[in-house]
């Protein structure tokens, strides 16, 4: 069995970090904190206690659930914790961040394959998500890493716009879009050439893989008095706000946004 504690792993695994969620069980807290000091038998047998003396219908449970993944001893249990909290408990506030440290852990167990669909999974079945732009980051490493440069730019600029506070998450997605930039040709001399398309600045507020899901957000953005839009692009609706010319004042609304809806609006660039 692969030994590799959770925590441990996550810890390395930077940006992402082990503690994107706060428990709201002061048990659990304390079980998680014991792990960060080295005390993973006395923290592992407090989540134990915990899911043990909790009913599975209970709202708690799917935070015992992360926080059992969280001080796991090995990779396979904390894999196997974090996979039952986005099944199992696929709609509550766990769920998300659940399906990122499956990313996480499966990144650096080497299966791309677990990383690029739970990454998609956050993308396209969670438009409002605080893990947004960190599951861009890794959607993208994994393309990365899988040769498709091409494919990962979008993700790499979606995480560096919408990263906010996360300046460490930022700064690596910037890095990696210097392979971008190395891979994009030089401009034509035709391209300032009459009928050039006029280049604009929206907000992106989600990105959905079901026209259900879009409306939803759609809805949701219309109740607040915004005009939105979806446009299609790889396989996503993509719901959007906004026309602006010049970035300042898409990031304005970006910020608005978030701090009205939360999870992690970005702005992006579309030709007229």
Same mark, same amino acid.
């Given at each position: 069995m ?16 082990v503690a994107?969620?706060?428990f709201?069980?002061?048990?659990l807290?304390?079980?998680v ?18 899911l043990?003396?909790l ?8 935070e ?19 996979r ?11 769920a ?11 990144f ?12 998609? %999974? ?8 605080? $893990?947004?732009? *960190? =599951? +861009?980051?890794?959607? !993208?490493r994994? /393309? #990365?890493?899988?040769?498709?440069v ?18 460490e ?28 398309? %006029?280049?604009?600045?929206?907000v992106?507020?989600?990105? $959905?893989?079901s *026209? =259900? +899901?879009?409306?939803? !957000?759609?809805? /949701? #953005? ?12 790889d396989?996503l609706?993509?719901?959007r706000?906004?026309?602006?010319t ?19 609006p ?7």
């Amino acid at each position: 069995m692969r030994r590799a504690a959770g925590w441990l792993v996550l810890s390395l695994l930077v940006p992402g970090g082990v503690a994107a969620q706060t428990f709201t069980d002061s048990g659990l807290a304390l079980a998680v904190r014991l792990v960060s000091e080295g005390q993973g038998d006395s923290a592992r047998a407090l989540v134990r206690a915990r899911l043990a003396a909790l009913p599975r219908t209970d709202s708690l449970y799917a935070e015992a659930l992360f926080a059992a993944g969280t001080v796991a001893e090995h990779l396979d249990s904390a894999l196997s914790a974090y996979r039952r909290v986005s099944i199992e408990y696929g709609q509550s506030p766990w769920a998300d961040d659940a399906l990122l440290r499956v990313a996480q852990l499966s990144f650096a167990a080497r299966d791309l394959g677990t990383v690029r669909r739970s990454t998609d %999974r956050i993308l396209m079945d969670y438009p409002f998500s605080n $893990v947004r732009a *960190a =599951a +861009a980051y890794w959607a !993208a490493r994994v /393309r #990365l890493e899988e040769g498709q440069v091409a494919e990962a730019c979008p993700y790499l600029q979606q995480a560096a716009d919408s990263a906010g506070a996360d300046i460490e998450l930022a700064n690596r997605a910037r890095y990696y879009l210097q392979r971008c930039r190395a891979a994009t040709p030089p401009p034509a001399d035709t391209a300032a050439a009459a009928g050039t398309p %006029r280049l604009v600045y929206a907000v992106q507020a989600a990105a $959905v893989g079901s *026209a =259900a +899901a879009a409306d939803e !957000a759609m809805r /949701r #953005l219309a109740d607040a008095g915004y005009k939105t839009r979806v446009v299609r692009e790889d396989g996503l609706f993509k719901v959007r706000v906004g026309e602006f010319t010049t970035r300042p004042q898409a990031q304005a609304l970006q910020a608005e946004l978030r701090t009205k809806f939360g999870g992690q609006p970005f702005v992006v660039e579309e030709r007229r």
